[in-house]
């Protein structure tokens, strides 16, 4: 029998398939799973985040276990004095003898510096696998990236539709157009109630979890009525009730928001691809089914591909190509600190205070909130990079870095002055009000673009153009935006500037 191995599996690694687990030896080899307090803390994570994470890697371990593998699990309070997971391996490998230790690559690049050095430094064979969970690689990405004078999603996107065969007929996109998004921008009727989220009552160990994230944190986020999958059979229920009841929707009502609705047609499954307990290619080739059993419209599923197989993927090749230099990026030098709103302190603007409202209580907001509200406030008002990133990664279940920074550094802040975006994300109140339902109940008037009682998005955006104009206004995208500026009259701008300074001043 050859030496035992220590096999590290972090807390989004919850794969039976993770690299880490493929040569796996049950009665040889010793997997470690750990609690830290350093990792739940490093940002002040949502606590019902927290409960997910934890309860999701219990259930794993259980699995695991049940599969004949020894495995130590360090919960929280058993883990109090270390400070990060180099320490807990370094203790477990001389105490159990071992002297090969496997881990997969983590998806942040601050946990795959440490272990790095810890490979180069210490005195054990440590092995770094590719995370392979994925429809492409970092090295494919970079690959694809060389040369080329602007990113786009979009062509990476149509690479991978190729080489993975996902919605083609021979060698075409069916029916004959890559994208459907022009088709996925409606409202939702006042009267359409979309199906509720699949829901799971707590069991012991997660009821055991909120206990000790409500003992131990007073983080922001709501812990009460947790009701997420936690184990892969139940992110599967979630998965396939997705694609029976709310994917044939999910295209044309993908942009619309409604007040005290953040789960409408979505699929809610940025948790569970996030942990690790669905595989995307799976999720994928549901959708795909669902197509061709007549069961969903193309674009529904084209819509629902492009997110999984373009933007997921997308993010994860530009943030491991342009790490660590990304996280520094501020193009356009915002420097404001975060707003307490952001925290719950009470706003006016109805659509950022029930945004923040969601979050709070789900530690979830679905796609167009978390750009078009929360995302292009911080934008038009300059929020400074580093506090924007923070938060969106704090309070929201499904963020980890790899994901998470591109799509506020690129799509949501332009500070990477246009690598991901080809323009900013930028809106007035008009686009709110017509993808929406939180200003009929604003004490704004969406209508007024300046004054007290104007909506703020709407002298903020054009105030954001004036303020950037030597940055923006050779963007190609941006110029039928600059011709309306530039016919406003002098009155009219000024009156816009002012409304502005006001706001931005009260906003300190
Ligand atoms: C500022 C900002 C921050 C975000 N932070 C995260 C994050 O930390 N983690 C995260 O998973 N997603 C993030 N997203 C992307 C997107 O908002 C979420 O994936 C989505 O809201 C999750 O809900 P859902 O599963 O119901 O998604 P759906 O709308 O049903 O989409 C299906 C799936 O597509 C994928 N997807 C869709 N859009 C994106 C995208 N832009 N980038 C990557 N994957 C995408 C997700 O895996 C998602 O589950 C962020 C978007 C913005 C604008
Ligand atoms: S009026 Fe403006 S601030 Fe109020 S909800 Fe509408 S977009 Fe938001």
Redesign the pocket.
């Known amino acids: 029998m050859t030496e035992p191995v220590l096999r590290l599996i972090l807390g989004d690694q919850l794969s039976l398939n993770l690299a880490t687990l493929r040569d796996a030896d049950p009665d040889r080899d010793l997997i470690l799973m750990c609690e830290l307090h350093t990792e739940a803390t490093y940002v002040a994570h949502h606590r019902k985040k927290l409960v997910l994470v934890f309860s999701a890697m219990r259930h794993f371990a259980r699995a695991l276990k049940s599969k004949g593998f020894r495995v130590r699990y360090r919960k929280l309070d058993d883990t109090d004095s270390v400070t990060c997971f180099v320490e807990e391996m370094e203790q477990i490998l001389e105490a159990s003898g071992c002297r090969r230790c496997v881990i997969t690559q983590p998806g942040e690049f601050r946990l795959l510096q440490q272990f790095t050095q810890w490979q180069q430094e210490c005195a054990y064979q440590v092995e770094l696998r590719e995370d392979d969970r994925f429809l492409s690689t970092p090295a494919a990405f970079e690959q694809w990236a060389k040369g080329r004078k602007q990113l786009r999603m979009e062509y990476f996107y149509r690479l991978l539709r190729r080489e993975h065969n996902v919605l083609m007929q021979n060698g075409k996109p069916i029916g004959e157009q890559w994208n459907f998004d022009s088709s996925n921008r409606k409202a939702l009727p006042a009267d359409r109630i979309p199906p509720s989220p699949t829901r799971f009552e707590p069991d012991d160990i997660t009821r055991d979890v909120i206990q000790m994230v409500s003992q131990r944190y007073d983080h922001f986020g709501d812990l009460d009525d947790f009701h997420y999958a936690v184990t892969r059979e139940q992110a599967l229920q979630v998965l396939s009730e ?1 694609i029976r009841d709310r994917l044939p929707n ?1 295209g044309d009502y ?1 942009d619309a928001m409604r007040q005290g609705d953040p ?1 409408l047609y ?6 569970y ?2 942990l690790g307990l669905l595989d ?1 290619a799976e999720t994928l080739a549901a959708a795909e089914k669902a197509f061709h059993d007549g069961q969903a419209p193309l674009n529904a599923v084209e819509g ?1 591909i492009r ?2 197989l373009g ?2 993927e ?2 994860r090749g530009l943030y491991w190509l342009q790490m660590p230099d990304y996280a520094e990026s501020n193009f356009l030098d915002a420097q404001r600190p975060l707003p307490a709103l952001y925290w719950g302190a009470e706003t006016a603007l109805n659509c950022l205070s029930q945004c923040v409202d969601d979050t709070r209580r789900h530690a ?4 167009i909130q ?2 078009m509200v ?2 292009n406030f911080a934008l038009l008002t300059g929020i400074e990079p580093k506090a924007v990133n923070e938060w ?2 704090l309070v ?1 279940a ?3 870095e790899w ?2 920074m ?3 550094q690129g ?2 802040l332009f500070a990477d002055g246009g690598l991901m975006a080809s323009k900013p994300y930028i809106a007035s109140g008009a686009y709110i009000h017509r993808m929406s339902d939180y200003c009929t109940r604003c004490r704004f008037d969406v209508k007024q673009k300046t004054g007290p009682r104007a909506c703020p998005f709407n002298y903020l955006y054009w105030d954001f153009l004036d303020r950037h104009r030597d940055k923006l206004a050779s963007n190609p995208r941006l110029g039928l935006a600059y011709r309306n500026l530039d016919r406003m009259s002098a009155e009219a701008l000024e009156a816009t500037r002012e409304s502005a300074r006001i706001f931005l001043q009260e906003l300190e």
């Open positions: 997705f999910f993908q789960w979505h699929s809610h499954l940025s948790f691809l996030n995307p629902f997110q999984i933007w997921r997308y993010v979830y907001a679905h796609h978390r750009l929360l995302g969106y990664l929201y499904d963020a980890y994901v998470e591109p799509n506020v799509m949501v």
